[in-house]
């Protein structure tokens, strides 16, 4: 379908043009105007998206030649696992320029040039079909982020900045040899056409570690977690609102778009130890939290247990499984997204992200409290919330594996409660200190907030087209995987006769 316009081109290039235009205003305030109307613009932009109807294929594809001597394309597309994460990109951005209207007062034109960069970096990452152009997009998020900590973060913003920095490029350093290896292996930096090549096991498994590592420390699953807490405590609040709902989720797609697609006998072979590191990474991430006096430092504990549930939904190759892995994706960045707006928004007020200096808001902010205890009862999945939807996918699908899987996830779920009540509690009816002084939520604090809680009962209550929409491309995935995968158990301590003998087995396309 034609729409006069190139859509995913333009919602790439627009942000970086409109972040240019920046450097030619003088006032704080009209930067901020600025910017918001420009966030306002990328979203009508992405109309096209919001009223096209998905199939199972790559829609909206652009594809031109980049450097043909060296087999690069300019190649974008989308489906129904980037089309969620794409949508997401576009509306945190004129949430992160809201709630930091006021919360950033210098350099204020760079920080938000730094926003629409990382807007378009993102989107980039998402709907890139070529090996170079998606690592290009996702180096060049890097760069907004690292500064984002760095300059506008907390008084251990360079520690905080530098552990993020060489974290992500240690991944960022495998993932380009995994790539190079494709191309010397494949012929081609094509996604779409390496989805149709078998690899040998052999390949598959390097290729596959080298992926996995990658991925693993953007998500990031545990043990390589260290980096997520200290760049989300440093990071101003629009940096972790884009850090939670948007770049950890580069990880999981990263294992959705290359690792089960491209290696998928190494992906079975590897399942059990990513189900594993998932589970770990649920127990480990909810009992941190549970602990923690540091309101921001909680829920940054959390995403790490939240996180585990999309990685486990992701390896339990079933359909309720992946469903369930997307969904939580989406919400994790809109329920986590507004609880660090909200953490920014008290912050301000009470200059300290301690619960103990946070406490009987009830009484003096009962509509920030009233948000706060939505948000905090879709946190740990409570019906009637998106964060219920997503949760009881992956729970049913683990259950669908196998009843001990299900179990192991089970104590999870209750310290997502556990910790979420403890510090929402407190925060509300713990003694005051000099909360008497505060005001409530002014105009702007309402229109940022308002517009995730929509989508917490939306998703919440009526998610059937959110099924529509990620249905046909999660059942493609789940199928060419049954189909292409030599062994048929998730759970495999060895590769079977199969696998092995296709060890040798050299690159050959798949007869569709």
């Known amino acids: 379908m034609d729409f006069g316009y190139p859509v995913l081109t333009s919602l790439i290039v627009f942000p970086l043009l409109a972040a240019a235009g920046l450097f030619l205003i003088k006032s704080p305030q009209v930067a901020r105007a600025y910017t918001m109307g420009a966030s306002i613009l990328e979203l009508i932009l992405g109309l096209p998206l919001l009223f096209f109807k998905f199939n199972s294929d790559f829609q909206f594809v652009e594809k031109a030649r980049w450097v043909p001597q060296w087999g690069l394309e300019y190649h974008l597309a989308v489906d129904g696992i980037s089309y969620l994460m794409v949508m997401l990109t576009l509306a945190i951005l004129p949430l992160c320029v809201m709630c930091s209207w006021t919360y950033i007062s210098k350099r204020v034109k760079e920080f938000h040039f730094c926003l629409l960069f990382m807007t378009s970096a993102c989107v980039g990452v998402f709907v890139a079909m070529d090996l170079v152009l998606f690592y290009v997009f996702w180096e060049a998020m890097l760069i907004p982020m690292y500064l984002l900590i760095a300059v506008w973060g907390g008084d251990q913003r360079r520690y905080?900045?530098?552990?993020?920095?060489?974290?992500?490029?240690?991944?960022?350093?495998?993932?380009?040899?995994?790539?190079?290896?494709?191309?010397?292996?494949?012929?081609?930096?094509s996604i779409p056409e390496l989805m149709q090549m078998n690899f040998s096991f052999r390949f598959q498994y390097w290729a596959f570690l080298a992926m996995a590592l990658a991925f693993a420390i953007k998500v990031p699953m545990f043990p390589f977690h260290t980096w997520?807490?200290?760049?989300?405590?440093?990071?101003?609040?629009?940096?972790?609102?884009?850090?939670?709902?948007?770049?950890?989720?580069?990880?999981?797609?990263?294992?959705?778009?290359?690792?089960?697609?491209l290696t998928p006998d190494a992906s079975v072979y590897f399942a059990p130890l990513m189900i594993a590191v998932s589970i770990a990474s649920i127990l480990y991430g909810g009992a941190i939290a549970l602990g923690q006096e540091d309101i921001k430092k909680l829920v940054?504990?959390?995403?790490?247990?939240?996180?585990?549930?999309?990685?486990?939904?992701?390896?339990?190759?079933?359909?309720?499984?992946?469903?369930?892995?997307?969904?939580?994706?989406?919400?994790?960045?809109?329920?986590?997204?507004?609880?660090?707006?909200?953490?920014?928004?008290?912050?301000?007020?009470?200059?300290?992200?301690?619960?103990?200096?946070?406490?009987?808001?009830?009484?003096?902010?009962?509509?920030?409290m009233g948000f706060w205890g939505l948000f905090a009862l879709a946190s740990f999945g409570f019906p009637g919330t998106n964060g219920f939807v997503g949760e009881m996918l992956v729970f049913t699908g683990a259950f669908q594996k196998s009843y001990v899987i299900g179990a192991l996830i089970v104590p999870g779920a209750l310290l997502g409660a556990a910790y979420m009540f403890r510090v929402s509690l407190k925060m509300a009816w713990g003694q005051p200190c000099t909360a008497k002084t505060w005001r409530d939520l002014n105009t702007r604090e309402w229109t940022y907030l308002l517009i995730p809680a929509v989508f917490v009962f939306y998703i919440g209550l009526a998610p059937k087209l959110f099924f529509n929409i990620i249905d046909p491309s999660v059942e493609k995935l789940v199928?060419?995987?049954?189909?292409?995968t030599s062994t048929t158990q998730v759970v495999a301590a060895q590769p079977t006769p199969a696998v092995v003998a296709a060890v040798e087995t050299p690159v050959e396309p798949v007869n569709n």
């Open 160 to 189: 905080a900045s530098l552990k993020f920095f060489l974290f992500t490029l240690a991944g960022s350093t495998l993932l380009l040899a995994a790539i190079v290896a494709f191309r010397i292996t494949g012929g081609t930096f």
């Open 228 to 261: 997520l807490p200290a760049a989300h405590v440093q990071a101003p609040s629009a940096g972790s609102v884009i850090l939670a709902a948007v770049l950890l989720k580069m990880g999981t797609y990263g294992f959705l778009r290359f690792c089960l697609p």
């Open 300 to 368: 940054a504990y959390s995403s790490v247990g939240h996180m585990g549930f999309v990685t486990l939904g992701i390896f339990l190759f079933n359909l309720r499984g992946i469903e369930g892995a997307l969904f939580q994706m989406l919400n994790h960045g809109v329920i986590t997204g507004a609880l660090f707006m909200m953490i920014g928004a008290v912050y301000e007020r009470s200059h300290s992200r301690a619960i103990s200096d946070n406490m009987g808001l009830g009484k003096y902010l009962p509509a920030f």
């Open 479 to 484: 199928n060419d995987l049954k189909t292409r």
